[in-house]
Each structure stands twice: as C-alpha cells, then as structure tokens.
C-alpha cells in the first residue's frame, strides 16, 4: 500500500511538472510579446519596462520557467517587493503575489465544492439506488426521467432563475453570498446555499444514472445471486453487496468532480458573483494576466492530481477484489 502511494505521489510531481512546463510554455514563449500581456491592459511603458525586467524577458525561456519554478520553493525578489514561498508568481495588474490571491479566494471556492458535493452525492446516488432497487417500476421511470432533464440543464440559465424566483420574489432564500464559517456558520450555510442546489444539478443527475447502472449491473453479479441463494434478506444483499460493488465508478468519478471543483466553479461563481477561484481566473482573463492564469491553472491541476491518488487509495477499502501491490 505504501509503495503504491509513493509511485502514486511521484508519478503525480512529474505530471504537475509536465503541465506547468507546457502551461508556462504556452504562455510566455509563444507570445510575441508576454510582458506587454501580463502589464495587463492599463499599462505604461514604464510599468511595461519593470514587467520586462521582473519576468526575465531577455534570458532563454528555459531560464525563465527554473526562475519560476525554483521560486515556488525558495521565493523570489521582484520590484515591487518580496515573494514569499511558495510563490507561483507575481500578478503586476493586481500587485500582488499569485499564491496570496489564490488563498484569499480559495474559502470560498472550498466551501462551495464542500456543499455542493454533499448535496449532489445524497441526492444522486440515493435516487440511483431507489431506480436499481425499484428497477422497471414507476420509481425508476420518475429518476431515470428527472435525471435527463437535470443533465440537460445549464447553470447560467437555472441560477439566474432561480436567484429570480426563490430570492427577488419570493425571498425563500438569501442573495448569494460568502461568509467566514468560522465566525457565523448558520450565515455561512444560508448565504450558499443557493448556489450549492443550483450547482448541485447537473452533478445529482449524472450520479443518479450512474449510480443506477452500477448497482443494476452489480445485482446480476454471481456473488449477489449466491448471497440470495444463501438466504440473505434482500436489504443485506442490497446494502452490503451490491452497493459496496458498486461504489467504484462513483468513487473515481467523484474523485474527478471534486478536484475539478476545487480548482474554480467558474461559471457557477460568475453567476452568483462569488469571489472565488473561478471568478479569479475570468478576471485573469479579462485582464490580460498571464502569471495569474499559470497560478490558477497549476492550482487546478494539483487538486485533480491529488484527488485521483486519494481515490486510487480508496478503492482498496470499498472493494475487496482491489488489491495494491
């Protein structure tokens, strides 16, 4: 188990390498000119002369990405002061380091995924173990049906409905807003809870169909029957067997959305103007900043890497038949 978490961990370290090398590749060599994009829009040519000098514009571009990488563990000086590691860079639009920004925003983002992932996942696969156990009957038909039309659905269209029904007419729920749940978690939960139902959709629909294939598959297994043959009740067999069988694809699936998530709900943050990851990058964007994408996109990356390695760890403790060697 150890030894595969290792290989894990250091296959994990080269792939991030791989992707910050060709992210930061792509963005400042191929360019023509990547300091006058990461002066952002309102820049001088003084400002643009002190972006030059910062990112190094006159080395080799190899220099450059060891410079940044090397500043990650180290830190580095810039013009405008210094860049404590871990430093991903400095954000010459906003002046400010890129990690400092990214930690300021990730709260929100954190707790965002966090709701919004135990809605769908109750949600979802208690919907898609109603429709296996209730195969063929109307039960089945009703989530079968309602989950193809929440995967249909689209967040900028079902949160600015719902943001218009349940907050500005009938005031059901308050208007999207992020609190320090450490200083008031009622507010915290009320103030997200919007935005975790609506983006909660789209995910409970898709775990609703996969949950519900999984166990239909799992329940025409051989151990199943057997269990039934041995005249196990049909809740045991249902709870015990089928569903720990099938647990596998939600598991990895999950392991995908979560990292995803952390890495920034862009559209679902755009939507309810919540200050986090997401709305950080389309700022970046729109900006023009170069340095706060690499920041955000490697940021994105660790969370899936991470997340894959833990559900790969996971996988010997649901399934039996899983073995890490």
Known sequence: MYRFLIRRILGAVVILLIISAVTFFLFFAIPRDPARLACGKLCTPESLEIVRHNMGIDEPVFLQYWHWLTAIFTGRDFTYGHCDAPCLGYSFVNQEPIFNAIVDRFPTTLSLTIGAAVVFLFFGVGAGMVAAARQGRALDKIASSASLLGASMQIYFVGVLATWILVDQTQ????????????????????????????????????????????????????????????????????????????????????????????????????????????????????????????????SATAIVLFNIVVDAVYAFIDPRVRLN
């Open 172 to 299: 059901i729920l308050q208007r999207p807003t992020y609190h320090d749940f450490t200083a008031n978690p009622v507010a915290w939960a009320s103030g997200l809870l919007l935005p975790w139902l609506v983006l909660s959709i789209i995910f409970t629909a898709n775990y609703t169909r996969m949950t519900r294939s999984s166990m239909v598959e799992q329940l025409s297994e051989d151990y199943v029957r057997t269990a039934r043959a041995k005249g196990m009740s049909t809740r045991t067999v249902f709870l015990r067997f089928a569903w720990r069988g099938s647990m596998g694809p939600i598991v990895t699936i999950f392991g995908v959305d979560l990292g995803v998530l952390l890495g920034g709900a862009i559209i679902t943050e755009q939507t309810f103007s919540l200050h986090g990851i997401g709305e950080l990058s389309i700022k970046a964007v729109e900006n023009q900043d170069l340095p706060m994408l690499l920041g955000v996109v490697l940021v």
